[in-house]
């Protein structure tokens, strides 16, 4: 999972914009050639579970070795930020499949049942809590390994808009990631190939 801290700016921000964008020539090429307005639904599980992959991947890969780099007087929950950015990453994923069953069966008037809105809305709004404390443990990593000290939310409130909108931040996170992991990465794969 170490690769997510070495891609350049460019190289993340062209698998994360640029795999949808290909996926979705694809399926209006898929649309235009069968005449088939559901076709789009069929690529549309498999780019959500590859987007969410590689985004939630970059997530991963963030929170567990900014960890590593904690100085010891800043004390943050690494098994909280892992189930906490699991449970999306599950949902997505159920959620993914659950509407693209409902606009396969539109072409068969099969209607799905409103209930299940009952289920999925309070899912929704706690996965994107979950995403939303995910973004919080990272900014606040970054900035204490940066700093190298304890942090408060207004020391790493840029950070974390940052990520959060991340087409534009990733330009400027990045780079910064990149700077904190260029010499351990390769330290590690050094332990790695000795041990």
């Not at 985004?55 to 930020?81: A, D, I, R």
């Not at 190298?148 to 939310?153: D, E, G, H, L, M």
């Amino acid at each position: 999972m170490t690769k997510f801290l070495t891609f350049k700016h460019w190289q993340l921000f062209g698998l994360l914009m640029g795999i949808p964008i290909i996926f979705q020539i694809i399926s209006i090429g898929s649309i235009v050639s069968s005449n088939d307005p559901t076709a789009e639904f069929k690529f549309f599980p498999v780019m959500m579970i590859l987007y969410l992959g590689l985004f939630l991947g970059w997530f991963y890969s963030l929170g567990t070795n900014l960890h590593k780099k904690l100085p010891e007087t800043v004390n943050m929950n690494l098994k909280k930020f892992k189930i906490f950015l699991l449970i999306p990453a599950i949902y997505m994923v159920l959620f993914t499949f659950y509407m693209s069953s409902i606009f396969s069966n539109v072409s068969t008037g099969i209607e799905p049942n409103p209930a299940i809105w009952g289920i999925i809305f309070p899912l929704h709004l706690f996965s994107m809590f979950c995403l939303f404390y995910c973004l919080y443990f990272i900014s606040k990593e970054l900035k204490a390994v940066e700093w190298q000290k304890p942090v408060t939310f207004s020391d790493f409130a840029g950070e974390f808009f940052l990520i959060w909108f991340f087409p534009l931040g990733i330009w400027i996170i990045q780079p910064r990631i990149n700077k904190l992991f260029e010499n351990n990465t390769d330290g590690e794969t050094e332990n790695e190939s000795l041990s």
